[in-house]
């Protein structure tokens, strides 16, 4: 499928609505997301059968002319095979004919991805953590989700139904009109659909097509650092010296004594055991609703205060710099884990990307090792340790006492202007402060220098990361030293 490009002018934005299906529509809508799933699981089987017909042939001396050719894993190469079987497999004869052929060809895109991203990642032209080979997809615990890209999809004038390809008209529970007035005066343009079960409920996103008018912040010279925590939610510090804090709301906290009475009224009901056939009580059904209404609840309320508060920032100010935050990592510590997944770092991030390019602002990342809570926002003076229990930051050098976060925030809104102006102050990349230990840095793995195997003859050094580093992109270096 071939990546839309906007045109000047316009962007790419996601409308969504929750739907109000009929029974048989919903029938429907589960028909399609089962189908795109069905075949999902027939490009996975049909592409890694190849694969590991050849790993067996070679295990028995076979050269490489003589071992099975590759499939291809190309949506086109799929979808040219599926074409061939799907009126003979027994998996689809039958039935492929009551549902668009959309439901397919969103199961053959997603298994094409999937397998480009793991020999992406094998080759190592991928970042983020490793891909493994793409696997079947359960019935049970796959995501019910079904994309359109071609046939009848659009905005009805009601402004209470949408119509989808052999779905047919469905009624939406909202109100369409923030969509369907840009399509009146040909402002928006709807580029495909997606429907997916979420929450309890069926959503529609539209990708649409929308011509934006050019925007500038309010404060376009301003530049604001947002650090964010568990206790304060984030912390803004702008370069004109302003300094805000925006409370945690904490939402699950606040539900979770809620969340454990409902979770103890369905642990004594009569659950579901696919091991042993067991179905479950209608008591359990209605107690497990209950408790997933709960969860809903919390995670759209954390979703709105988390777009009020990006949409606020990127509208006013016109330079954010945020933190390279290793959320993945921050959530392996148990004790915070359940504070960090419910402030929703990453998603701040995210949204301030793409809001701060529709109100014309710029995003800056700052490295993920540079030390903002360390760092002195007056003097430039770093310490060696701050331990996290430390809420209060105090330079030895210039006597600075300041609230942690805060002082971290001014280093985040200063290194926005030190990086356009090189003005050599607190969070200017050359910035010369007092720093014996390196604590802007990655922990080493080894201590530099240091001997191992004292009973051979001389003992061999192990290398500093750097060197290692440089050994690995310079393997003719003669000056490295040797493992």
Avoid at 320 to 348: C, S
Wanted: hydrophobic share 35%; charged share 25%.
């Amino acid at each position: 499928m071939k990546k839309f490009q906007p045109q000047p002018g316009f962007v790419v934005q996601a409308y969504r609505f929750a739907l109000d299906p009929n029974a048989a529509q919903e029938r429907a809508l589960r028909s399609h997301c089962g189908a795109a799933r069905a075949a999902y699981n027939w490009a996975v089987g049909w592409v890694s059968a190849s694969w590991w017909q050849r790993r067996a042939e070679a295990s028995y001396g076979l050269a490489e002319p003589e071992l099975t050719e590759w499939r291809p894993w190309s949506l086109i190469g799929l979808r040219k095979e599926f074409n061939q079987v799907k009126k003979t497999d027994p998996r689809f004869a039958g039935w492929w004919e009551e549902n668009s052929k959309e439901a397919y060809n969103t199961g053959l895109a997603n298994a094409a991805a999937a397998f480009d991203n793991y020999a992406k990642s094998k080759r190592g032209q991928r970042k983020g953590r490793r891909m493994g080979m793409p696997r079947r997809k359960s019935k049970h615990r796959a995501g019910l989700s079904c994309r359109f890209t071609t046939g009848a999809i659009r905005v009805e004038p009601d402004r209470r139904h949408v119509t989808l390809p052999r779905l047919g008209t469905i009624r939406t529970h909202e109100s369409t009109r923030k969509l369907e007035r840009r399509i009146a005066v040909d402002t928006a343009r709807i580029l495909c659909a997606t429907v997916r079960f979420e929450r309890g409920r069926w959503f529609v996103s539209f990708q649409v097509e929308v011509e934006r008018a050019a925007r500038t912040p309010a404060r376009q010279d301003v530049a604001v650092g947002v650090d964010l925590g568990v206790k304060c939610l984030a912390v803004l510090a702008d370069s004109q010296g302003e300094i805000r804090h925006v409370p945690n709301p904490g939402h699950y906290d606040a539900a979770v004594k809620q969340l454990k009475r409902l979770s103890r009224r369905v642990s004594r009901r009569r659950g579901p055991n696919r091991r042993t056939g067991q179905t479950p009580s209608r008591s359990w059904l209605k107690a497990n609703a209950e408790r997933n209404r709960l969860h809903h609840r919390v995670a759209n309320l954390r979703g709105d205060a988390l777009h009020k508060l990006t949409t606020k920032i990127s509208a006013e100010y016109g330079t954010v710099v945020v933190e390279d935050l290793n959320v993945a990592g921050m959530l392996r510590n148990r004790r915070l884990a359940r504070k960090i997944a419910d402030a929703g770092f990453g998603e701040i991030r995210r949204q301030l990307t793409y809001k701060a390019g529709w109100n014309g602002g710029r995003i800056h990342v700052a490295d993920r090792w540079f030390p903002s809570s360390k760092t002195c926002s007056t003097c430039g003076a770093v310490k060696a340790k701050l331990p996290l229990h430390v809420r209060t930051f105090r330079c030895d050098v210039c006597g600075l006492v300041a609230d942690r976060d805060a002082n971290a925030a001014c280093n985040l809104a200063a290194l926005a202007a030190a990086s356009s102006t090189g003005t050599a102050v607190a969070g200017d990349r050359g910035a010369q402060a007092p720093n014996p230990r390196g604590a802007d840095q990655k922990t080493r793995a080894t201590r530099p220098g240091r001997k191992v195997g004292a009973g051979r003859a001389g003992g061999a050094t192990l290398p500093t990361c750097r060197q290692a580093e440089a050994r690995d992109r310079h393997q003719d270096a003669a000056t490295l030293t040797l493992w």
